[in-house]
């Protein structure tokens, strides 16, 4: 079993920055990808990145330039920087332990909101 925990989201002005954790515990040897997921209010749910065990990375096209999705093996944690944050980018972000076909499991997620 897996269990994610995400932290680090907030109100931002637009431009602003934000970085969202997410810590991953119980058996991590399933995972074959980490991605990071948002859903807006009356909105379809979106995969935003992804990154696989053996490095690769994948962004929607709506954040390429603007977001990084990171990890740091020794602290079991998966980060994504956001920058020049949009109002649009207002939603719940959540991440997910994926198989190469698809989630397995997710995290509670983490409100972030872009707004003056």
């Known amino acids: 079993q897996v269990r994610l925990v995400e932290s680090g989201g907030g109100l931002v002005q637009p431009g602003g920055s934000l970085r969202l954790s997410c810590a991953v515990s119980g058996c991590i040897f399933d995972i074959d990808a980490i991605g990071w997921y948002r859903q807006a209010p009356g909105k379809q749910r979106e995969l935003v990145a992804s990154?696989?065990?053996?490095?690769?990375?994948n962004y929607a096209d709506s954040v390429k330039g603007r977001f990084t999705i990171s990890r740091d093996n020794a602290k079991n944690t998966v980060y994504l920087q956001m920058n020049s944050l949009k109002p649009g980018d207002t939603a719940v972000y959540s991440c997910?332990?994926?198989?190469?076909?698809?989630?397995?499991?997710w995290g509670q997620g983490t409100q972030v909101t872009v707004s003056s």
């Open positions: 990154a696989t065990s053996g490095g690769s990375t």
């Open positions: 997910t332990a994926d198989h190469l076909w698809g989630p397995f499991a």
